[in-house]
């Protein structure tokens, strides 16, 4: 059983360069996330989705685009790379709101803007 | 805004002792606080959760404590052992259904 299946696992961008990181999951879960973590500062919420075709805002959007065409997939997307875009970024999955229950992450994406 | 504390940010201890991890949640709607394990190069795992009708839970050597008067919870890590050495974040349910987590804990079990 895969899970949450993240890729790239490591890039490097020039600042102004776009990327897509992909995630997809195989668990049937409706709920979706991607997460920014920087040192000292946990994992910050970029976008979330509670299905295919709905998405929503986190507590740090700016910089960032996220589609939900199916259950599956949930990429973020990355249109102008800015240095502060620097960070390890995980997506995760849960079948239900996540005061319900567990959410399961991929492996995470390092991305380094220069 | 809705905000998660949590102290220490490293922690070291010998092997066979117990360790603690406390935080500070700030939403007073919160009402669930799951506990992450993160070891080296990989995504975070639940290890433990806790809802707000609840005051302690235990799972073998880890527990976690809830009051919600003050609204801080803890985790307890008893016997530690060097496995246990990884990156542990604390998070608090808000509105809308969605977490915050805390800063992490680096803690480091010493044989």
């Known amino acids: 059983n895969a899970g949450v299946t993240q890729t790239p696992k490591f890039r490097i961008l020039k600042i102004g360069q776009s990327m897509t990181l992909q995630c997809t999951q195989d668990?049937?879960?409706?709920?979706m996330y991607w997460y920014r973590q920087d040192p000292g500062m946990g994992l910050k919420l970029i976008y979330y989705?509670?299905?295919?075709?709905?998405?929503d805002k986190g507590e740090v959007p700016n910089g960032y685009n996220v589609s939900r065409s199916t259950t599956e997939d949930f990429p973020l997307r990355l249109e102008l790379a800015a240095p502060s875009q620097t960070s390890v970024y995980f997506c995760?999955?849960?079948?239900?709101?996540?005061?319900?229950?567990?959410?399961?992450f991929g492996e995470g994406s390092r991305l380094t803007v220069l | 805004g809705e905000n998660v504390e949590q102290h220490p940010s490293t922690l070291s201890v010998q092997e066979g002792d117990s360790a603690v991890i406390k935080c500070t949640y700030s939403d007073s709607a919160s009402n669930y606080f799951p506990w992450y394990k993160q070891e080296l190069g990989k995504g975070p795992q639940l290890i433990i959760d806790i809802r707000s009708n609840v005051g302690e839970k235990k799972d073998q050597r880890i527990a976690v404590t809830l009051n919600k008067t003050a609204k801080h919870f803890s985790l307890h890590i008893t016997e530690t052992q060097p496995e246990d050495s990884a990156v542990y974040f604390c998070a608090a349910s808000i509105q809308r259904g969605k977490l915050i987590f805390g800063q992490g804990t680096e803690l480091s079990v010493k044989p």
């Open positions: 995760a999955s849960s079948p239900d709101r996540v005061n319900t229950g567990e959410l399961f």
């Open positions: 989705s509670v299905g295919a075709g709905i998405t």
């Open positions: 668990m049937n879960h409706n709920y």
